[in-house]
Every structure is written in structure tokens, then in C-alpha cells.
């Protein structure tokens, strides 16, 4: 089992930047691979990156690259989601998810977090 708690989420200017944290626990190793997945009100789940806990393996979202930066901190059991240039339509609830590698695909990850709120006004 693998147990995961985001935070970090919150209000923040158009332009502002944020960082999230996926604070793992559990047989944590157990799956290579750390998601982070949004949510906005009415509209599906969209995938927005991905890493290994070896950091070898990096996956974007087209409409975060550059922006976004994902990293890891294997000491600290912990993936970071370091969000810059953030726009009105990154708002959403934001999900960390472990799995077996880095995928855009939910169905591929095995534990999800409970979310937390990402708001960017305008």
C-alpha cells in the first residue's frame, strides 16, 4: 500500500507561482513512478506530469511544459510539483498518483491522494 498526501494548494495571481508537495508513505518503492493529475469543476481529470523516483524518467503535459517543473526528494519520500507562469486555466483540484511508470493514463496508477485546491485568479 502506498499512502499519499498533497499539499501546498491555494490562492494565487496569474503570474504567481506555487509548489505542491506529494508527501509519500507506505511501501512507498513499491511503484516506480509519481503523477500529478488536475481536475476542474465539469471537466475530466487531466494529466499534467510524471517522474520516477529515480529521476530518470520525466513526463509533461503539453500545456505545462516550461512552466511546471516536477522533482523528487527520495530522502524525504516527497514529489514536488514547482508551478511558475501560472494561468486562470491551471485552476483545478490536483492529484498525486504512484504507479508503475510515467504515464498520461489514470488507469496506470495504483494509489491516488486525496487532492488539494489550486486556484489562479485573473
Known amino acids: 500500500q502506498v499512502q499519499l498526501v498533497e499539499s501546498g494548494g491555494g490562492l494565487v495571481q496569474a503570474g504567481g507561482s506555487l509548489r505542491l508537495s506529494c508527501a509519500a508513505s507506505?511501501?512507498?518503492?513499491?511503484?516506480?513512478?509519481v503523477g500529478w493529475f488536475r481536475q476542474a469543476p465539469g471537466k475530466e481529470r487531466e494529466f499534467v506530469a510524471a517522474i520516477t523516483w529515480s529521476g530518470a524518467s520525466t513526463l509533461y503535459a503539453d500545456s505545462v511544459k516550461g512552466r511546471f517543473t516536477i522533482s523528487r526528494d527520495n530522502a524525504k519520500n516527497t514529489v514536488y510539483l514547482q508551478m511558475n507562469s501560472l494561468k486562470p486555466e491551471d485552476t483545478g483540484v490536483y492529484y498525486c498518483?504512484?504507479?508503475?511508470?510515467?504515464?498520461?493514463?489514470?488507469?496506470?496508477?495504483?494509489?491516488w491522494g486525496q487532492g488539494t485546491q489550486v486556484t489562479v485568479s485573473s
Open positions: 498518483a504512484a504507479g508503475v511508470v510515467t504515464s498520461a493514463t489514470p488507469r496506470l496508477y495504483d494509489y
Open positions: 507506505g511501501r512507498t518503492f513499491s511503484r516506480n513512478a
